[in-house]
Nanobody
Framework: QVQLVESGGGLVQAGGSLRLSCAAS????????MGWFRRAPGKEREFVAA????????YYEDSVKGRFTISRDNAKNSVYLHMNSLKPEDTAVYYC??????????????????WGQGTQVTVSS
């Protein structure tokens, strides 16, 4: 049974930083691409970032480029989202997700098979 557990969310002032973590279990983690998505109040879920199963390639949504960094530690079965220079518009529930095994990570939610329960990030102005 695949499980994804996110942590690290919270309340932060604009300009601040947070690091989200996602611990995976129940799958050979190092063979799956991983992604982060978010859903803001009243909005659709949107792609934030993704990382290849090797960790060599990263992909970002335009509004977070230069501010967010996705990384993974295959030895710890974990993926991370380092968020700097946070803005109020980054306020959302953040979800990690598992892509298709050995595939190039996509930006569409439909490309992801397993999802975590989400962690709330709130950025105050």
């Amino acid at each position: 049974q695949v499980q994804l557990v996110e942590s690290g969310g919270g309340l932060v002032q604009a300009g601040g930083s947070l690091r989200l973590s996602c611990a995976a279990s129940g799958l050979p983690f190092s063979t799956y691409p991983m992604g982060w998505f978010r859903r803001a109040p009243g909005k659709e879920r949107e792609f934030v970032a993704a990382i290849s199963w090797t960790g060599v390639r990263q992909y970002y949504e335009d509004s977070v480029k230069g501010r967010f960094t996705i990384s993974r530690d295959n030895a710890k079965n974990s993926v991370y989202l380092h968020m700097n220079s946070l803005k109020p518009e980054d306020t959302a529930v953040y979800y990690c997700a598992v892509g298709g095994r050995y595939t190039v990570p996509g930006t569409a939610a439909s490309a992801y098979v397993y999802w975590g329960q989400g962690t709330q990030v709130t950025v105050s102005s």
